[in-house]
């Protein structure tokens, strides 16, 4: 159980194109929905936190504007890189934590490696 | 601010060695530490989580402690093998929403 898919796995898209990034929860509900970056050799570093039907809160420093996040339901969410940069070249991961109160582990997404040309 | 420290960054052991793995973090207030294993380009494998009332967590041959009055876990591995092989992360949860996550540690186990 517990199981968070992505779609895609991987995608290159050339610069100033837009590219959207779905996370599915496959067989929980989930109110609230992570997304996560990691550049190369790096951590992962928290970039906006989605509740299902509200706006997404992003951390200091990204662009909310330039990431795109609707959570339309309580199994999906997703991420939109608007007007790509190659600099945006990273690998994207989600998390969802299951409905519920007290639930606070997150499972995570396998990732998506974006590179832009 | 709230930091994770992860070390060793880099292990190599042969087969069969036992091992640990250690995280600091810089403030106790946490609800929760997880520890993922991620494969190269791969996403996250959640491997044991451990509640802040929690000292230990046991899966198979893996033993995750938590010292939370320190800020420390540590994760324990026990006879090695060429497949645990991977980047290992130490992640406390210091919200009800928030992980934070360290740089890893980057384990090779030697056949």
């Known amino acids: 159980g517990a199981v968070v898919s992505q779609h895609p796995s991987w995608v290159i898209c050339k610069s100033g194109t837009s590219v959207k990034i779905e996370c599915r929860s496959l067989d929980f509900q989930a109110t609230t929905m992570f997304w996560y970056r990691q550049f190369p050799k790096q951590s992962l570093m928290l970039m906006a936190t989605?509740?299902?039907?509200?706006?997404?809160?992003?951390e200091q420093g990204v662009e909310k504007d330039k990431f795109l996040i609707n959570h339309a339901s309580l199994t999906l969410s997703t991420l939109t890189v608007t007007s790509a940069h190659p600099e945006d070249s990273s690998f994207y991961i989600c998390s969802a934590r299951p409905r519920g109160i007290g639930s606070y582990e997150q499972y995570f997404g396998p990732g998506t490696r974006l590179t832009v040309t | 601010k709230q930091e994770v420290t992860q070390i060793p960054a880099a292990l190599s052991v042969p087969e069969g060695e036992n091992l640990v793995l250690n995280c600091s973090f810089t403030?106790?207030?946490?609800?929760?530490l997880q520890w993922f294993r991620q494969d190269p380009g791969k996403g996250l494998t959640s491997l044991l989580l451990?509640?802040?009332?929690?000292r230990e967590q046991t899966s198979g041959r893996l033993n995750a402690s938590l010292d939370k009055s320190s800020g420390r876990s540590t994760l324990y591995i026990a006879a090695s093998q060429p497949g645990d092989s991977a980047t290992y992360l130490c992640a406390p949860a210091w919200g009800y929403q928030k992980v934070t996550f360290g740089i890893g540690t980057k384990l090779q186990v030697i056949p």
């Open positions: 989605s509740n299902e039907g509200s706006k997404a809160t992003y």
């Open positions: 451990i509640q802040s009332s929690q």
């Open positions: 403030d106790s207030a946490i609800y929760n």
